[in-house]
């Protein structure tokens, strides 16, 4: 069968031009020379090859143009400027025949973005003629670089109907940002044009401030509030730590209909994390799903530190391993919340995945290392640290005071020295707490001559530990010196010289010190009633101590924690009140504190009472069967009681090892002998 060929119609021919059939002809001679090119185009597109990143492209058109206008060189110019090419920008500037308005904006705005405030103040001088945006662009410029005296001179010259509010707006932010909060506000109330930037900023200064009521009253007053002013409004509560009350205006923008943003989510993810409130937390990231969020990686990291703080690290990680992009933020987020929760193996294998490192993620580990008593893997993970900063060499510092090395302490502070990190004050407390715990006096005032040299004297941290050091080393009189050179020493301060005034049995001095805190301004806390019961202890005074302990509750409102009960017990055992001791362990919500039972234990030996000894020593070894100090003053005292056989018996005991593998046996033995 032959095959089907398709026929179809040809296609007429193009007509040419001479083809077309033409009502009119028109003479050769009468057809129109070729237009010339339309300046004005030829300007529209050098300046939409300037906005793409076309210089070449311009400044080729530029050079083609059969005619060009002020118009044109500053297309040019702006194109150089747009792209942060100074110097041709320059060039253009100074080849032009004639200048306008716009070429000279164009040129300040380019030292502006250089960062070259100075250079751009001087050629707003040499301008011939000036409009609002010179002066706007000049005054946030040298502002912004902290040049206020500059910036004041030209706010000075604007003339007023120029001068609000964008001129007053940049000066308003460069004060701001300098910390001169009332000069802001003087700009502000002199200003006849507020938009609602110069309110937002107003706001945002008080928070920052500190000066919440203000900034309230200032937010309740503006004629319209936008994302920003609201957002710095629930800041201000968030990082005066009152979460709830953020929260609360977090609630109040939502029902006003406002669109809330990144920015303002994030807050109320942190006010969640540091308030603890899970069930809102839960709701605010429900939200940011339900606005199509969750993608961004600014609040996955604020989801991920939520989490953590919570303790669910199955939920930090899920959402990590959700993110679609993942910034450095997010890893080293992650590995924080494991390292908190002594989860330091799922640390370690993240931080190995890490794409790459910065200075928290290798502090991080080595933290992480140290909080387990891995000091030997810690300090390895420093070596390998490519960049050591200052906040790295702290935390190894910080680590090892806490692991009890004083003396690779004082080694690790000299070496961050020797090796060009300048040390700061939290590391040099570290050195201090050593120093004092070896009692290196010599070398501890050589470190307070440091201090005075570096001018961290007057820092509270410093000034606590020289005080506790000069405790420690003996020297009591140097301790209040130091103690009473501060005006108005910080709590901790305070803390630590009623300590030594209880440790060197000063109970009167440390009992005016507690009256005159309270005077000062100061309320009591943990550590102040710890002070206070040692020198209570130490002094013999157990009515006064029972009348302290008592207060703490009905008084001062603090619970009392296994520490003081310990402190009550000594007291009340070094006054030969062993049953009343006893007693006081007993009423503890958790009786099971072995330095509450040790400190019975040592005052039944005192005072040569084996009954309340053997029952001590038996609570003792039912908790750690191989405490030493249980067997030792237990077996002294059969010795001092002539019970020669229980005391070979108890040694044999501990000879043997048979505490861990009789526990009970052993146990048994020292409970009948009670009865």
């Given at each position: ?8 119609p ?8 001479t ?81 306008n ?237 494991y ?13 190995k ?99 005075i040299?570096m ?7 410093v ?85 302290y ?34 007693e006081?362990?007993?009423s503890?919500?958790q ?13 039944s ?68 002998k009670?009865?």
């Amino acid at each position: 069968m032959a095959a089907l060929r398709l026929r179809l119609p040809r296609a007429p021919a193009i007509a040419t031009l001479t083809s077309v059939p033409r009502r009119h002809a028109i003479p050769q001679e009468e057809v129109p020379p070729p237009r010339r090119p339309n300046t004005a185009h030829l300007n529209a597109l050098l300046t939409s090859y300037g906005r793409c990143g076309r210089l070449r492209n311009a400044q080729d058109l530029f050079d083609q143009m059969p005619r060009r206008d002020v118009i044109s060189w500053t297309a040019l110019l702006t194109a150089y400027a747009d792209n942060g090419d100074l110097a041709s920008a320059r060039l253009v500037f100074d080849d032009m025949p004639r200048r306008n308005a716009a070429s000279w904006n164009a040129l300040l705005s380019v030292y502006l973005r250089a960062g070259q405030p100075a250079a751009a103040h001087a050629l707003f001088c040499k301008m011939p003629a000036r409009n609002a945006v010179s002066y706007g662009a000049v005054i946030s410029g040298l502002a912004r670089a902290g040049m206020l005296r500059e910036a004041e001179a030209v706010y000075a010259e604007v003339p007023r109907h120029w001068r609000d509010p964008l001129g007053s707006n940049a000066l308003m932010a460069g004060y701001l940002k300098a910390g001169e909060l009332d000069m802001a506000l003087r700009v502000f109330e002199g200003m006849t044009v507020r938009d609602v930037i110069s309110w937002s900023a107003v706001v945002d200064g008080l928070c920052k401030h500190g000066s919440l009521s203000e900034a309230r009253k200032v937010f309740e007053t503006m004629p319209e509030r936008n994302v920003v002013s609201w957002t710095s409004m629930i800041c201000g509560y968030v990082k005066l730590r009152m979460y709830r009350d953020g929260l609360f205006l977090f609630l109040d923008m939502r029902r006003a209909g406002l669109q809330v943003n990144t920015t303002t989510l994030s807050v109320a993810l942190d006010a969640c994390a540091e308030a603890g409130l899970v069930r809102e937390g839960i709701q605010i990231h429900s939200l940011i799903i339900a606005m199509g969020f969750e993608t961004d990686v600014f609040l996955g990291d604020s989801i991920i530190i939520l989490y953590s703080r919570f303790g669910w690290m199955v939920d930090a990680r899920r959402v990590f391993a959700c993110m679609k992009w993942k910034d450095i933020v997010s890893w080293n987020s992650l590995i924080t919340g494991y390292v908190q929760h002594n989860m330091v193996e799922e640390a370690h294998v993240l931080f190995k995945l890490m794409p790459e490192k910065d200075a928290v993620s290798w502090t991080s580990m080595v933290v992480g290392f140290a909080n387990r008593g891995w000091m030997r893997e810690s300090v390895e993970l420093f070596e390998q640290m490519p960049g050591k900063d200052e906040v790295a060499w702290t935390a190894v510092i910080s680590s090892l005071i806490a692991n009890g090395d004083y003396l690779s302490t004082v080694r690790w502070f000299c070496r961050m020295a020797q090796e060009g990190c300048k040390p700061n004050t939290i590391a040099f407390s570290c050195l201090l707490s050593a120093l004092a715990s070896l009692t290196m006096l010599n070398q501890g005032m050589q470190a307070h001559a440091y201090a005075i040299n570096m001018g961290w004297v007057f820092d509270s941290s410093v000034h606590t530990s020289l005080v506790s050091m000069y405790a420690k080393c003996g020297r009591l009189a140097e301790a209040y010196r130091v103690f009473s050179s501060i005006s108005r020493p910080s709590l901790f301060a305070t803390n630590s010289m009623i300590t030594a005034f209880a440790q060197h049995n000063f109970a009167e001095d440390a009992f005016k010190l507690f009256t005159k805190m309270q005077i000062d301004g100061h309320k009591p806390n943990h550590v102040t009633f710890l002070g206070i019961l040692t020198a209570c202890s130490r002094a013999g005074l157990v009515q006064q101590g029972y009348n302290y302990f008592e207060s703490m509750r009905s008084v001062y409102g603090i619970e009392p924690n296994p520490d003081h009960y310990t402190c009550m017990v000594d007291l009340l055992g070094r006054g030969g009140l062993l049953a009343e001791a006893l007693e006081m362990i007993n009423s503890m919500p958790q009786n099971d504190h072995s330095d509450a039972w040790a400190a019975l234990l040592s005052a039944s030996s005192l005072h040569s009472n084996l009954a309340y000894a053997k029952i001590a020593a038996h609570k003792l070894l039912e908790m750690d069967p191989y405490d030493a100090t249980a067997y030792t003053v237990l077996s002294n005292m059969f010795s001092s009681a002539g019970m020669k056989d229980d005391e070979v018996m108890l040694k044999g005991l501990q000879l043997s090892n048979m505490a861990s593998k009789n526990a009970g046996y052993s146990s048994l033995i020292i409970q009948e002998k009670v009865a």
